[in-house]
Nanobody
Framework: QEKLVESGGGLVQPGGSLRLSCSAS????????VGWYRQAPGKQRELVAQ???????YYSDSVKGRFTISRDNAKKMVYLHLNSLKPEDTAVYYC????????????????WGQGTQVTVSS
């Protein structure tokens, strides 16, 4: 029943901005690490940004300085703000989280969203 749902994708012009949202739901005990991945057609899925358990955020070199990952623990939400977008940022973006359920609070599992399309084109 636990799931992640992304939203906020769309078509934007180069240099534009977009905000992606990820909502976690279900019998969640805790959410530790969260992150965003993306996959372009014919390319391998790559890690874009993540927040590890300590709260430290990390970014891939390709998006560092342009993207910002954040989370709202009370709302069980994860966000990715994409700035200064480039055509090469075009991909399906996936939300990821490590979640412990109420039934198994000491066991952490990986969860993925369904993906949201981001297209950067003029």
């Amino acid at each position: 029943q636990e799931k992640l749902v992304e939203s906020g994708g769309g078509l934007v012009q180069p240099g534009g901005s977009l905000r992606l949202s990820c909502s976690a739901s279900g019998s969640i005990f805790s959410i530790s690490a969260v992150g965003w991945y993306r996959q372009a057609p014919g390319k391998q899925r790559e890690l874009v940004a993540q927040i590890i358990g300590s709260g430290t955020a990390y970014y891939s070199d390709s998006v560092k300085g342009r993207f910002t990952i954040s989370r709202d623990n009370a709302k069980k939400m994860v966000y990715l703000h994409l700035n200064s977008l480039k055509p090469e940022d075009t991909a399906v973006y996936y939300c990821y989280a490590k979640i412990a359920t109420i039934s198994s609070p000491l066991s952490v599992n990986d969860y993925w969203g369904q993906g949201t399309q981001v297209t950067v084109s003029s």
